[in-house]
């Protein structure tokens, strides 16, 4: 290898710059040159029209801030395969060959390691550090940790808002079909109700739980004062298994529609409830709430950061596994082992997985639900207790979150 390309595709997320400075300080220090591969797979494909592409010199790569989240390398959401050109394969590699690029460090989710795999297939040679913020891959993937953060953030904060108000609280994070993110952010913040896909809301049993744990909190407390927090992925699923979509969008060319709309349908389904309860009038009247017409229920808002949950700081243990996995890739890529995803690097062992099988999807493990579930936290069904096995662990612990 004496040049490579650094690509990220898909959504940003935290880690991101972590992982094109390390894969070009590794690059580097091998004597190989990196380059940008600007705007992921969009600028992939428009490789052969381009003048110049930008060497991540060791003095280039010394200006990327490792910290701050998103790529310097800018992304695009473009599955190749789908590209409208019997050709497209042929232009990708006359791009490579264009600017004597021999191989790709590529870091995405599932959508953009799926497009890695088709690449691999091409005989295009390519390694992928694995990023997204939803954390839904074997592997860890940098972006993960920074997200759980700043929703454990977010949770935190909003609960001096919630409770001045004496309001239910909602917060509608990303983190598409899987709930991985909204699960660890919520469990961080002490949040009381955590919604996640893989969980089918039963919102009489989530109703039941935030009536009484809401009352309970305000009646207990000296001043009168409480809230009930919710953290709800907008992946959410109703009891029937459907899922809440914002009908105006398009799909992206992964077919994946816009989720949106979760934190709406669960004030919805809560107001319901509360209207409809013949004792809430005598709670709200205990608690010193009620004015007729005027406040005879309980409050709900919910707040949708959005993107906020991917931008701005990445978190260190994302910096640190990002610059790790870059690094990685480059080696694995120089070594001639490609077509496979990073798992990170374990005392003096580069860790890798075959790609195909790192980006089956994951999703939140049940069994750790049970342990929230059991120490309060409601998931939208009926807890379920813990069922605890005991086994010594042996060697290096590899389980991520
Ligand atoms: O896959 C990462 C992700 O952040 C999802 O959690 C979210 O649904 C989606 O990307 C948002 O994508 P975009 O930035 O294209 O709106």
């Given at each position: 290898m004496k040049k490579i390309g650094i690509l990220t595709s898909g959504g940003d997320c935290g880690g991101l710059n972590g992982v094109v400075k390390g894969a070009a300080q590794m690059a580097n220090s091998l004597g190989i040159t990196p380059y940008v591969i600007p705007n992921g797979y969009a600028g992939l494909y428009n490789l052969i029209n381009m003048d110049r592409l930008t060497a991540l010199t060791p003095d280039r790569a010394d200006k990327i801030d490792a910290n701050l989240a998103?790529?310097?390398?800018?992304?695009?959401?473009?599955?190749?395969?789908?590209?409208?050109?019997?050709?497209?394969?042929?232009?990708?590699?006359?791009?490579?060959?264009?600017?004597?690029?021999?191989?790709?460090?590529?870091?995405?989710?599932?959508?953009?390691?799926?497009?890695?795999?088709?690449?691999?297939?091409?005989?295009?040679?390519?390694?992928?550090?694995?990023?997204?913020?939803?954390?839904?891959?074997?592997?860890?993937?940098?972006?993960?940790?920074?997200?759980?953060?700043?929703?454990?953030?977010?949770?935190?904060?909003?609960?001096?808002?919630?409770?001045?108000?004496?309001?239910?609280?909602?917060?509608?994070?990303?983190?598409?079909?899987?709930?991985?993110?909204?699960?660890?952010?919520?469990?961080?913040?002490?949040?009381?109700?955590?919604?996640?896909?893989e969980i089918p809301t039963n919102f009489d049993i989530l109703y039941k739980h935030c009536k009484e744990r809401y009352f309970s909190r305000i009646l207990k407390s000296d001043v009168l004062a409480g809230c009930y927090m919710i953290v709800v992925a907008e992946g959410l699923k109703n009891v029937d298994g459907s899922e809440i979509y914002d009908e105006s969008s398009e799909a992206d060319s992964f077919g994946h529609k816009k989720l949106a709309g979760a934190g709406k349908f669960v004030i919805q389904e809560l107001t319901k409830r509360f209207k409809a309860d013949p004792e809430i009038k005598e709670l709200m009247k205990k608690a010193q709430m009620y004015v007729e017409k005027m406040n005879e229920i309980p409050e709900i808002r919910s707040v949708v950061p959005g993107h906020l949950v991917r931008c701005g700081h990445s978190s260190a243990y994302d910096v640190c596994f990002g610059k790790e996995a870059g690094a990685a890739a480059v080696l694995l890529l120089n070594a001639g082992t490609v077509g496979v995803t990073v798992v990170g690097i374990d005392g003096n062992q580069v860790r890798y997985m075959e790609s195909k099988k790192a980006i089956e999807q994951r999703h939140v493990d049940l069994n750790q639900v049970a342990v929230y579930e059991q120490m309060g936290v409601c998931f939208g069904r009926s807890a379920v207790n813990f069922a605890p096995k005991f086994e010594k662990a042996e060697g290096r612990i590899t389980r991520h979150l």
């Open positions: 998103g790529s310097d390398a800018g992304h695009s959401r473009v599955k190749v395969k789908k590209i409208e050109d019997s050709k497209k394969y042929e232009r990708i590699k006359e791009g490579m060959k264009k600017f004597g690029i021999d191989g790709l460090v590529i870091s995405g989710g599932d959508d953009s390691g799926s497009v890695m795999v088709d690449l691999s297939e091409q005989g295009i040679k390519c390694v992928h550090a694995p990023k997204t913020m939803d954390l839904d891959l074997q592997t860890y993937s940098v972006g993960g940790d920074s997200t759980i953060n700043k929703i454990a953030q977010y949770v935190e904060e909003l609960k001096t808002t919630s409770i001045t108000h004496n309001r239910v609280m909602i917060l509608e994070v990303f983190g598409r079909y899987a709930g991985h993110t909204a699960f660890r952010g919520g469990v961080a913040a002490d949040a009381d109700a955590i919604l996640i896909p």
